[in-house]
């Protein structure tokens, strides 16, 4: 146990909720070496589940351009059967399978320089769902870190202090 009368310099830790525990992984992940992708690259997969099971089909794809920062949007037609507020859980649902599959990657640097661009979408009504779509897009992020050209960026580290600022 740490006590700061008995050691100079020694600190306490305090107790991290969610949203601290989370503000620490942004700073960690954002502060250290990453890879960036070297040329530009498309991947896609066709997720096909059990049949008649409610997350039985998905198909995305991406195309991939090297950036600083890691960014993504959407450049498809939406299934005429999603409203303004399905088609939002959507993004949100290809946006959660982005950051686990580049960002939250133990034992390794996050693949964070490139911009990703969703430019082809199939759905099935029937079949159609979030998870198949999280799936979907999980596989082809596996495909483009296994077959993109990645550059490791060293150096990116910066002060606490400064990163809390910009974020700020």
């Not at 949007?73 to 946006?95: G, L, M, S």
């Amino acid at each position: 146990m740490c006590s700061a009368h008995l050691v100079t310099g020694c600190y306490s830790l305090r107790h991290m909720n969610e949203s601290s525990l989370f503000e620490n992984w942004d700073l960690q992940k954002t502060a250290c070496n990453y890879r960036r992708l070297v040329e530009p690259f498309e991947c896609d997969y066709e997720f096909k589940g059990q049949f008649g099971h409610p997350s039985s089909y998905a198909y995305v794809r991406f195309r991939a351009l090297p950036a600083d920062d890691l960014s993504f949007e959407t450049n498809v037609i939406w299934p005429e059967d999603f409203d303004p507020d399905y088609t939002q859980r959507i993004v949100h649902a290809i946006a959660e399978a982005i950051i686990d599959g580049l960002i939250a990657i133990p034992d390794s640097y996050p693949f964070r320089g490139c911009h990703l661009e969703l430019v082809g979408f199939k759905w099935d009504s029937v079949g159609g769902s979030e998870a198949a779509v999280r799936k979907a897009t999980s596989k082809a992020l596996e495909d483009l870190k296994r077959k993109g050209t990645w550059h490791l960026v060293t150096g990116r580290y910066r002060s606490y202090g400064k990163m809390r600022q910009e974020k700020g």
